[in-house]
């Protein structure tokens, strides 16, 4: 066994934030994911920001979170949003590279001082007298901890749909977490499920490119979503 005070499940945006913040206020803390490649990875949409969401990104930031800072290392493409109406529903959003974002959050998070990342599927939370213990995982495996935040995004008991099919998995050619989502059960969780939809991919080579507006990003302002992010720094970068 090993003793953590903080054990987080998910290496997903909320699971990677949580795990940074805990390690850099001293606590000695996991971060278990299914797969260390995917730490990071931006499944759907591979955008921050937009309405709300980029409120959300600043204020992750002002809590020296990583996501916008991130972006500001991985971003294809970077405009405001709705620049004809007035400010308050302006917004700023990004596009990134899904492969260079994925990548720099994972060196951020292995170069973390306090965090350890253990590949494993965390199957059952050690709970005694109504407190948390600790986890166990597929492997075996148990660990004690103080905390254990559960990070899980769409793997508990994860279903994919694709037309009239239905597979288990927590995202495409990924292992669904059966088992936590039953212990969670067992303490007084109730569980529920919420329907994502992904829309479906074009190709490029069926569209008529000639009858569609081209919206680019925005240059020769250096656009950041980041405080800690340099004006030199998002210059440099290609646009």
């Known amino acids: 066994m090993r003793n953590y005070d903080v054990i987080v499940v998910g290496a997903g945006h909320a699971g990677v934030e949580a795990a940074l913040a805990s390690a850099r206020l001293g606590l000695k803390t996991a971060v278990f994911t299914i797969t260390l490649d995917n730490i990071g990875v931006m499944s759907c949409n591979p955008s921050v920001g937009g309405p ?3 409120h959300l990104a600043k204020e ?7 996501m916008g800072r991130n972006m500001d290392k991985s971003f294809v493409q970077m405009r405001i949003l709705n620049t004809k109406k007035g400010p308050a529903v ?48 597929k492997t075996g495996m148990e660990f004690s901890a103080k905390a254990v935040v559960i990070a899980s995004g769409t793997f508990l008991r994860g279903l994919l749909y694709i037309g009239d099919k239905r597979v288990k998995g ?13 212990s969670l059960e067992k303490v007084g969780f109730k569980m529920g499920r919420f329907k994502t939809g992904t829309p479906p991919r074009l190709d490029i080579r069926t569209l008529d490119l000639e009858k ?9 302002i250096p656009l950041k979503f980041s405080m800690r992010t340099s004006d030199e720094e998002v210059t440099e970068k290609p646009q």
Do not use: F, H, W
């Not at 590949?119 to 005694?128: F, G, R, S």
């Not at 569609?212 to 020769?220: A, D, S, Y």
């Open 170 to 182: 927590g995202r495409m050619g990924e292992l669904s977490a059966d088992d936590l989502t039953g």
């Open 90 to 137: 302006r917004s700023l959003r990004a596009q990134a590279d899904r492969k260079i974002y994925a990548r720099e959050m994972k060196k951020t998070v292995e170069a973390q001082e306090n965090l350890d990342t253990v590949q494993d599927i965390v199957t059952e939370l050690v709970v005694e007298n109504g407190e948390i213990r600790g986890i166990k995982t």
């Open 60 to 66: 992750v930031d002002a809590l020296g979170g990583e």
């Open 52 to 54: 709300a969401k980029s």
């Open 212 to 220: 569609l507006e081209e919206q680019p990003g925005i240059t020769g």
